[in-house]
């Protein structure tokens, strides 16, 4: 399983910015996929999730209307759409999967999460 997040840049409040996480050596289907953010001095937050097979996703309180989770159609990438960006948005985003299971279970509880990527940087200035 690897898992590599991209588009991670500095922007200004209010702005959009989407983050993509490449998968490979797995099959979305039997897994969990998960976006986390860790701000400094901070702990690991869920930020949103998704199961394929039944396409059903939860977010976080601080990031629900704003943000969105996605896949494309081939079930290789993760997307997360983020609008009106605020600073305390700031934080290094993860990509991660849970799994593999029979069924996936929906979570943002990163401790469930087996597999992560290396972080990408979001910086939003005010």
């Known amino acids: 399983v690897q898992l590599v997040e991209s588009g991670g840049v500095l922007v200004q409040t209010g702005g959009s910015l989407r983050l993509s996480c490449a998968a490979s050596?797995?099959?979305?289907?039997?897994?969990?996929l998960g976006w986390f953010r860790q701000a400094p001095g901070k702990e690991r937050e869920g930020v949103a999730c998704i199961t394929t097979d039944d396409g059903k996703t939860d977010y976080g309180d601080s990031v629900k209307g704003r943000f969105t989770i996605s896949t494309d159609n081939a079930k290789t990438t993760v997307y997360l759409q983020m609008n009106d960006l605020r600073p305390d948005d700031t934080a290094v985003y993860y990509c991660?999967?849970?799994?593999?299971?029979?069924?996936?279970?929906?979570?943002?509880?990163?401790?469930?999460?087996?597999?992560w990527g290396q972080g990408t940087q979001v910086t939003v200035s005010s």
């Open positions: 991660a999967a849970a799994g593999p299971s029979l069924v996936a279970v929906l979570t943002l509880a990163s401790y469930e999460y087996n597999y």
């Open positions: 050596g797995f099959a979305f289907d039997d897994y969990a």
